[in-house]
Each structure stands twice: as C-alpha cells, then as structure tokens.
C-alpha cells in the first residue's frame, strides 16, 4: 500500500445522500483507476484516469463520475448514493507502459449505504 | 464482463504442498498478471508475464503462459499459512490502453 492512501477508510452512510473518496498517490504514476469489489464478482473497473483531466468509463461507471486536478489526486463521487453501491472500493495506480503497466493498490474503502 | 476466469474457485491444501491456479482469458493479450489478496487488504501484484513469454519464476512462484489455449497457470511450491489468500489473475488485453481485467480470484487456504 506504500504510496498510495485512500480517505476515508470506512463510511456510512444513507441513501441518497452524495458521497466523495479520495485516492492519494505519492508516486507520480500517470494511471489511476477505480475499482469496486463485491462477493460474487471480484474487481470491476469504474472509472481511470491517464492525466490531469483525462478521464474515461469503465465496466460499471454508472452512478459515478470522477475528477483529477493533480497527477496525485483521483476523486471517486457518488452524486447520488444507492444500497447497490455498498461495497469496498480500491483506489489502483499504474505506471502504463506497455510492458510495464503493473498496477499498485490502496488499502480500500468500505463504504456501506443504509 | 470478465475476460479472465480463475479455476479453481476455492483450494484446500496442507503446509509443504504446491498450489496450482488456472486461469483463462477470451482475447488477445499484451501481458497476464496475477495478484495477492490477503483478508481486508489490497491486492498486491505478484508477476507479470508477457504474451511473448512461456514461462517466469519469481522465488516460489511459477507462472506460465498457453496463448494458444489462452491459459495461464500459476504454481506456488512448498506452500506456508501464510500464503492463505484470494489470487486473482489480471489480462491487459492488446490495444487495452492500460485497462486491465480481473478475474473473480480464486481462495486459497494453507492449512498448518
């Protein structure tokens, strides 16, 4: 996880309601994504990121949009937040080379929707 | 949609024995990885094989590489307790630009 933070950890909260997650990079690597992980389904990809202001959808994009003004930040919001977005959300990195485009992990954040 | 599908879904094994994991993906492919996923964590990449490669070791890792059969497995001899985790092998599909695909993993336990 060395380099990469997500804020916050765990959230709560209701339906409706907007919710903002933070990924934090230290590492100056151009790719950042999100990812959901839910039981059944593994690792989906939401959105990434391969610039300052460079961002595009992935598989499950859907309810979410998302912002880069620095190299180190990447913002993941729920404008409107439903139970069917509970879940744990991964913050990754990557270099994006072609042959070297491995890409690293935050710790996560358990966000449940009541 | 998943391009990799890990097999099997769960392993059993005792300490001291090796653990094989199959994996296999749909398309063409610039390279497959797989990661480490231990309880409450991140994953943690593992290795990476390029499409052009058979083979690759890293410490007790063996990963290879069939893209005409469009598998991959990975081996991990001499298994410890503390290789329980989840491992979910990764495609980065040719032309993907820097997408990668995870497959649903598969749950390893290493039983003392």
């Known amino acids: 996880d060395a380099g990469i933070t997500q804020s916050p950890r765990h959230k709560v909260t209701e339906t409706g309601t907007p919710v903002t997650l933070r990924c934090h990079q230290t590492e100056n690597h151009r790719y950042m994504y999100w990812y959901r992980q839910d039981p059944g389904h593994g690792l989906r990809l939401i959105h990434y990121?391969?610039?300052?202001?460079?961002?595009d959808k992935g598989e499950v994009s859907d309810g979410y949009s998302v912002s880069r003004s620095k190299t180190e930040d990447f913002l993941l919001t729920l404008e409107s937040a439903t139970s069917s977005q509970t879940s744990v959300y991964f913050c990754?990195?990557?270099?994006?080379?072609?042959?070297?485009?491995?890409?690293?992990f935050g710790p996560g954040t358990r966000l449940t929707v009541l | 949609s998943q391009q990799g599908e890990e097999d099997p879904q769960a392993l059993s094994i005792q300490e001291g024995e090796n653990a094989t994991m199959n994996c296999s993906y749909k398309t063409s492919i610039n390279n497959l990885q797989w990661y480490r996923q231990n309880s409450g964590r991140g994953l943690v990449h593992l290795i990476l094989?390029?499409?052009?490669?058979r083979e690759k070791h890293s410490g007790r890792l063996r990963v290879t590489l069939d893209t005409s059969k469009k598998s991959s497995s990975l081996l991990i001899t001499a298994s410890r307790a503390a290789d329980t985790a989840s491992y979910f092998c990764a495609t980065d599909a040719s032309g993907a630009n820097s997408k990668l695909t995870f497959g649903k993993g598969i749950t390893l336990s290493v039983r003392p």
């Open positions: 094989i390029r499409s052009n490669e």
């Open positions: 990121s391969y610039g300052v202001k460079d961002t």
């Open positions: 990754a990195i990557s270099e994006g080379t072609r042959f070297y485009n491995e890409q690293f």
